[in-house]
């Protein structure tokens, strides 16, 4: 069997055979490598992805897109029109800068789970809902953070996370922690 998938891959590209498996309404099971979507993805954890259009998205969600010949996983933040032309907005967790604007053509799909040894992440829970949506609002601003060093006192802290969240960090938790802190 080994022997069997060796010869395919050196007749076959890879990632156009992910790309085509996803484009034909595949749930696939891939294996991941990099440091970006840290600590959500580590280096060698597996993602199981799901194909998806671009108005099924949601803020936060993590996405999969062609990039030149290879794949991208980082999260979705928003869309933006450029020249009357929709492009989604994309950033690693762990990353500085966004990535330049993708086209909605590209998107192959998104990461439903997430597999590190005998454990399984669902980011389908609405734990993890949440969880993706207070990171994808808050990741321009905590990857400046972390890169710079920057100690954040708490005052300032808190009044980030009003202004971004429309709410004080100690009410939302109060709100919220039945959600956020069940399956921990």
Same mark, same amino acid.
């Given at each position: /069997?080994?022997?069997?998938?060796?010869?395919?891959?050196? =007749?076959?590209?890879?990632?156009? @055979?992910?790309?085509?498996? +996803?484009?034909?309404?595949?749930?696939?099971?891939?294996? &991941?490598?990099?440091?970006? /979507?840290?600590?959500?993805?580590? $280096?060698?954890?597996?993602?199981?992805?799901?194909?998806?259009?671009?108005?099924? !998205?949601?803020?936060?969600?993590?996405?999969?897109?062609? $990039?030149?010949?290879?794949?991208?996983?980082?999260?979705?933040?928003?869309?933006? *029109?450029?020249?009357? *032309? !929709?492009? &989604?907005?994309?950033?690693?967790?762990?990353?500085?800068?966004?990535?330049?604007?993708?086209?909605?053509? %590209?998107?192959?799909?998104?990461?439903?789970? @997430?597999?590190?040894?005998?454990? *399984?992440?669902? %980011?389908?829970? &609405?734990?993890?809902?949440?969880?993706? !949506?207070?990171?994808? =609002? !808050?990741?321009?601003?905590?990857? @400046?953070?972390?890169?710079?060093?920057?100690? +954040?006192? =708490?005052?300032?802290?808190?009044?980030?996370?009003? &202004?971004? /969240?429309?709410?004080?960090?100690?009410?939302? +938790? =109060?709100?919220?922690? $039945?959600? +956020?802190?069940?399956?921990?």
């Amino acid at each position: /069997m080994e022997e069997l998938q060796e010869e395919f891959f050196r =007749r076959h590209d890879y990632y156009q @055979v992910i790309s085509l498996l +996803l484009q034909k309404g595949e749930t696939i099971r891939i294996p &991941l490598y990099g440091f970006c /979507m840290r600590p959500i993805i580590q $280096n060698g954890d597996e993602a199981t992805i799901i194909p998806t259009k671009p108005g099924n !998205l949601r803020r936060g969600d993590i996405i999969v897109y062609r $990039n030149e010949e290879r794949f991208k996983i980082h999260r979705f933040l928003r869309f933006t *029109t450029i020249s009357d *032309t !929709l492009y &989604l907005i994309t950033k690693g967790d762990r990353t500085i800068h966004f990535d330049p604007p993708v086209s909605p053509q %590209l998107l192959l799909g998104k990461v439903t789970h @997430v597999h590190r040894g005998n454990k *399984t992440i669902n %980011l389908e829970t &609405l734990h993890q809902r949440l969880l993706h !949506l207070l990171l994808g =609002r !808050l990741s321009p601003f905590l990857s @400046v953070i972390e890169y710079k060093g920057l100690p +954040l006192p =708490r005052r300032c802290a808190s009044k980030s996370f009003r &202004l971004v /969240m429309g709410v004080g960090f100690r009410e939302f +938790l =109060r709100k919220h922690k $039945n959600f +956020l802190f069940k399956s921990l």
